[in-house]
């Protein structure tokens, strides 16, 4: 079963394909709204509020059939072809996922290989982009508003903290300018078998490292690796729909990535690490351990899928890859 939204000429439809035992899939108009692309983009922004019930409601009662309840049992998708950052908790649906791609068989097969996918701890390397110095600061935030040097300092250090308890290796900008230049940065990425990725500002990911130059890390520069060892990401980054690092790290090889959608705050992001990190050394495949630290922290449920790459990489391949999502 998949549910596709489309905007048309005077709203959002929602399309429901069934799949049959013989011949091509069944295809039904279930909801034809008059709520515009626009519309519908401010609800899914709003739904991934915990506290937004009457949003998720409204998404329920405009675009899903009265009769859901009836594919109780069955596969359900969503398919999000058009980029809304969608995730079916916002239409109240906890057990469904979500695609970017047509390939639903492929889709199913990586999905049952990341539940079965254990993952120690001790094995993930963070690369943390909280500033930690003034010009650490200046080079993340520019002029951009933010908040004091000081609280960035306790977050970097509460993150310090949890990444110490589990054994996860730090590299913040101080370890990173040890490093000395950009390529020995991307190699790290690249030969790490898990990674935390936590970045303060989507659209400054600078590196200020001690010979004074500033370094851009970009979705660009990520693409461009081969991940050597298919490593699961966890990534947040505030407005995480807008900034294309989680493509980025499936274009390189990643085997999993875990973003938020839309804002978060540096306090969840830690709380988020530190549940996760504890299910994992609880002997959790990484899927368990997701799903777990959602149930256990609102935001995660709401706001936050799974996406996850449908085919190996190759690079004399068409360079669009595809991907699904929790």
């Avoid at 370094?215 to 991940?227: C, G, Q, R, Y």
Wanted: aromatic share 8%; glycine share 6%.
């Amino acid at each position: 079963m998949v549910y596709a939204p489309v905007e048309t000429n005077h709203g959002v439809a929602m399309l429901r394909f069934e799949s049959l035992a013989t011949g091509g899939p069944r295809v039904d108009v279930v909801a034809d709204d008059k709520l515009t692309g626009r519309d519908f983009e401010g609800l899914l922004n709003m739904s991934r509020q915990p506290s937004s019930a009457a949003a998720r409601t409204e998404l329920q009662n405009r675009l899903l059939p009265k009769d859901f309840p009836s594919d109780k049992n069955k596969t359900v998708f969503f398919q999000d072809l058009f980029y809304y950052g969608l995730l079916p908790q916002s239409f109240n649906v906890e057990d469904a996922i979500t695609l970017g791609s047509k390939d639903i068989g492929a889709a199913l097969t990586r999905w049952t290989e990341l539940q079965e996918r254990k993952m120690d701890p001790k094995t993930f390397t963070s690369f943390m982009g909280y500033p930690e110095t003034r010009p650490d600061y200046q080079a993340i935030f520019g002029t951009t508003p933010s908040a004091p040097l000081s609280d960035w300092q306790t977050y970097a250090s509460n993150l310090r903290t949890i990444a110490n308890q589990h054994g996860v290796e730090v590299l913040a900008a101080r370890e990173l300018k040890n490093l000395g230049t950009k390529e020995k940065i991307l190699q790290r990425l690249e030969e790490a078998t898990g990674i935390v990725f936590i970045f303060a500002h989507a659209e400054g990911c600078h590196l200020h490292l001690s010979t004074g130059e500033l370094i851009d890390l970009t979705p660009s520069d990520i693409s461009k690796l081969t991940l050597k060892r298919s490593p699961f990401v966890m990534l947040r980054i505030c407005n995480g729909i807008d900034n294309g690092y989680a493509n980025a790290f499936l274009k390189a090889g990643a085997a999993g990535v875990w973003a938020n959608r839309g804002p978060i705050s540096p306090e969840t992001a830690n709380k988020q690490l530190e549940l996760f990190m504890s299910f994992l050394a609880k002997g959790m495949t990484a899927m368990e351990a997701v799903r777990q630290t959602q149930l256990s922290n609102p935001h995660a449920r709401h706001s936050t899928g799974i996406f996850t790459i449908i085919r190996t990489r190759n690079k004399n391949a068409d360079t669009k890859f595809k991907s699904d999502e929790e």
